[in-house]
């Protein structure tokens, strides 16, 4: 498989670049996917087998349970940096080796009825939320240390967007290959 094909198939909805100032309709379209990505996971995952969980969407990739395990904890983190974000000015976020993560034992669970009940939960509370900030509020910002820069809060919400579609893909992906790379 040559580089550009891994490429395709690590973002098969493209890469992510931020946005300068997201508009108002890039927002609402935002909170549309945010609103929904929990029950599309839910839907795409539910009536999955075993051997199913375990395709990967390329090589050296995570599974189809690691992928729904890390769009939890990414997600709890999203939620709190738009707290901190909110309360606090200009903070500097903790990121984290999500790789490492991926590779902790509740990372493996094919149990995803925990992860998906988060995702429920953080999303409904995410939206709710972001519905009611002000268009000022979206202006606010946090440092992220691993990129080295500030980002909006309307930046981080078009990235969890984006972030919901491209794990889901990834999904779809391994399902449409059956995991074989």
């Given at each position: 498989?040559?580089?550009?094909?891994?490429?395709k198939?690590?973002?098969?909805?493209?890469?992510?670049?931020?946005?300068?100032?997201?508009?108002?309709?890039?927002?609402?379209?935002?909170?549309?996917?945010?609103?929904?990505?929990?029950?599309?996971?839910?839907?795409?995952?539910?009536?999955?087998?075993?051997?199913?969980?375990?395709?990967?969407?390329?090589p050296?990739?995570w599974?189809?349970?690691?992928?729904?395990?890390h769009?939890?904890?990414?997600?709890?983190?999203?939620i709190m940096?738009?707290?901190l974000?909110?309360?606090?000015?200009?903070?500097?976020?903790?990121?984290?080796?999500?790789?490492?993560?991926?590779?902790?034992?509740?990372?493996?669970?094919?149990?995803?009825s925990?992860?998906?009940?988060?995702?429920?939960?953080?999303?409904?509370?995410?939206?709710?939320?972001?519905?009611?900030?002000?268009?000022?509020?979206?202006?606010?910002?946090?440092?992220?240390?691993?990129l080295?820069?500030?980002?909006?809060?309307?930046?981080?919400?078009?990235?969890?967007?984006?972030?919901?579609?491209?794990?889901?893909?990834?999904?779809?992906q391994?399902?449409?290959?059956?995991?074989?790379?």
């Amino acid at each position: 498989m040559n580089k550009q094909e891994l490429e395709k198939l690590k973002f098969p909805i493209g890469k992510f670049y931020f946005p300068t100032n997201p508009t108002h309709a890039d927002i609402e379209r935002s909170l549309r996917i945010l609103r929904s990505f929990p029950m599309q996971i839910e839907a795409i995952t539910g009536c999955l087998k075993s051997i199913e969980l375990n395709y990967r969407y390329r090589p050296e990739g995570w599974t189809i349970k690691q992928v729904v395990h890390h769009c939890a904890d990414s997600h709890i983190n999203c939620i709190m940096r738009f707290k901190l974000t909110l309360t606090e000015d200009v903070p500097t976020i903790k990121p984290y080796d999500q790789n490492k993560w991926a590779q902790l034992p509740d990372a493996q669970s094919e149990d995803l009825s925990s992860s998906i009940k988060i995702l429920f939960g953080v999303h409904a509370r995410l939206v709710s939320l972001l519905e009611s900030i002000s268009n000022e509020s979206y202006k606010r910002k946090f440092i992220h240390p691993g990129l080295g820069k500030e980002i909006t809060l309307a930046q981080n919400t078009t990235l969890y967007a984006w972030h919901s579609q491209h794990h889901y893909a990834h999904i779809e992906q391994a399902l449409k290959y059956r995991g074989n790379f």
